[in-house]
């Protein structure tokens, strides 16, 4: 089984910065890509960033230059880092694993709860 754990969600003003960790935990696999989505309300869920297993990163136009992914391999657990915040980055961030199970062909893909990121104007 696939659990991931998500922090680091909160308040803060337009222009500071927040850092999001999600840590992945279980057995049986093996994690071919981590990230994060957003959904804001009454928007559809969007990719922020995520990091491929050979450490490629793909970023949203929206957060380049602003937003930061990277990957502890050794904890598998993978963290934003968002600075320049603005208050259009309010959302529920998600934390998104895709996974190659051990025993089962194919990509298998895992959810984190959500945490809240508001930014106040």
């Known amino acids: 089984q696939v659990q991931l754990e998500e922090s680091g969600g909160g308040l803060v003003q337009a222009g500071g910065s927040l850092r999001l960790s999600c840590g992945v935990s279980?057995?049986?696999?093996?994690?071919?890509?981590m990230g994060w989505f957003r959904q804001a309300p009454g928007k559809q869920r969007e990719l922020v960033a995520t990091i491929i297993s050979g450490d490629s990163t793909i970023y949203a136009d929206s957060v380049k230059g602003r937003f930061t992914i990277s990957r502890d391999k050794a904890k598998n657990t993978v963290y934003l880092q968002m600075n320049s915040l603005k208050p259009e980055d309010t959302a529920v961030y998600y934390c998104?694993?895709?996974?190659?199970?051990?025993?089962?062909?194919?990509?298998?893909?895992?959810w984190g709860q959500g945490t809240q990121v508001t930014i106040s104007s």
């Open positions: 998104h694993t895709a996974v190659e199970m051990t025993y089962r062909s194919g990509y298998y893909n895992y």
């Open positions: 279980g057995s049986g696999f093996s994690i071919n890509r």
